[in-house]
């Protein structure tokens, strides 16, 4: 079970945000670079950087620090990104930077060409972003939720050859309460590519109830606001994650 650390940039700084509501945030950090180390020291095999101002904005708006935590991790560790990705040229872009996998989310729905063609020509470089409420699709940074199924787009995304999904229960996102863990077995059970856990990450029995269901298709889990407010020890908890996959 990789165990992902959340770097959530708006106007520069490391934020999170309640049920990804702009107006519900909290400043864990002024320096993204620091926090990348920070995590990298920790242990982390990955981040996940999402560009918050840009997923509203639809275009890339947090250049700067992006370049930063890319230059701090330095090739060492892979680094997802997302937010305001809505075609090929700022794909290009930010893998040229760096980047390693990019996430497509609104632009997929709306645009269902667009993501097949990048799938296509960043082969194995392309994530699709998945996020949901009571099973539908929330787009634009959750602010619109649309009447996709979560298990049907899920699939099509599987048919597009995206390297892999992340799902997001978004009425749990940044609330502590708990990872939607049969909801996100359901959806790894429908697709072949691995799911990637989101949204409402409270503590170890979290992680220890998705590597029980690791088999299943469920292979990561994004961590935001549990490793920030110290609900949730992060190297204590991949340690305790990698024990697991060993049993």
């Given at each position: 079970m990789l165990l992902i650390p959340a770097i959530d940039l708006k106007d520069g700084r490391c934020v999170r945000l309640k049920q990804g509501d702009m107006n519900q945030v909290t400043t864990f950090g002024e320096n993204p670079?620091?926090?990348?180390?920070?995590?990298?020291?920790?242990g982390a095999?990955?981040?996940?950087?999402?560009?918050?101002?840009?997923?509203?904005?639809?275009?890339?708006?947090?250049?700067?620090?992006?370049?930063?935590?890319?230059?701090?991790?330095?090739?060492e560790i892979p680094v997802q990104l997302g937010g305001g990705i809505r075609d090929l040229d700022t794909i290009e872009r930010y893998l040229d930077l760096g980047v390693d996998y990019v996430i497509i989310g609104?632009?997929?729905?709306?645009?269902?060409?667009?993501?097949?063609?990048?799938?296509?020509?960043?082969?194995?470089h392309v994530i699709a972003g998945l996020d949901a409420r009571d099973g539908r699709v929330a787009t634009h940074g959750w602010s619109k939720l649309t009447r996709h199924d979560a298990t049907d787009l899920a699939r099509k995304f599987e048919q597009w050859g995206v390297a892999a999904i992340i799902y997001t229960d978004i009425g749990r996102d940044g609330m502590l309460s708990g990872i939607n863990v049969a909801q996100t077995v359901d959806l790894a059970r429908a697709v072949d590519v691995p799911v990637i856990a989101s949204g409402g990450l409270a503590g170890l029995a979290d992680i220890e109830a998705l590597c029980a269901v690791?088999?299943?298709?469920?292979?990561?889990?994004?961590?935001?606001?549990?490793?920030?407010?110290?609900a949730l020890d992060f190297a204590a908890a991949q340690e305790r994650a990698d024990q697991l996959a060993g049993d």
């Open positions: 670079a620091a926090m990348a180390a920070h995590w990298l020291d920790q095999r990955r981040l996940h950087v999402v560009d918050l101002n840009g997923a509203f904005a639809g275009e890339p708006r947090n250049l700067a620090a992006i370049r930063a935590i890319l230059d701090e991790v330095d090739g609104t632009a997929a729905v709306k645009n269902p060409g667009f993501a097949q063609d990048a799938c296509a020509a960043f082969e194995g690791n088999e299943d298709g469920v292979e990561g889990v994004i961590c935001g606001r549990a490793i920030y407010s110290g």
